[in-house]
């Protein structure tokens, strides 16, 4: 399956009766699942001093449909945040970690590799 391949799809063809008629099924979408998910850090390096804000991305290399977010940290069980970017403003000693993003379309989720986040 490929990107190209989304969309909205349905068949159709001719029922033999007395009279032939042209019937069309139902449509169906089809959506690509999310995959090659990536984080990137600003600043470079996943390092921040202490108090100083920190700002993850997730992006997905390919998927269709609506995408959710979400961010969660290992150890921790709380959503961190539930959009493209995260941001850790006045960082502080219980933000360094491994962060990972999860991205879904309804039908299938993908995860990003683990990102270590030192706060100095």
Do not use: I, M
Request: charged share 15%.
């Amino acid at each position: 399956l490929q990107l190209h391949h989304s969309g909205h799809y349905c068949c159709g063809g001719r029922v033999s009766t007395e009279v032939s008629q042209w019937r069309v099924s139902k449509t169906v979408t089809v959506t690509v699942p999310p995959s090659g998910v990536s984080l990137s850090v600003q600043p470079p390096g996943a390092q921040v001093a202490l108090r100083d804000s920190l700002v993850l991305r997730c992006t997905v290399a390919v998927g269709t449909g609506p995408l959710s977010f979400s961010w969660h940290r290992k150890g921790s069980g709380a959503l961190l945040g539930t959009g493209p970017h995260l941001e850790l403003r006045h960082a502080g000693d219980n933000d360094s970690g491994q962060y990972r993003c999860r991205v879904s379309n309804g039908d299938s989720v993908a995860e990003s590799d683990p990102l270590s986040v030192t706060v100095l």
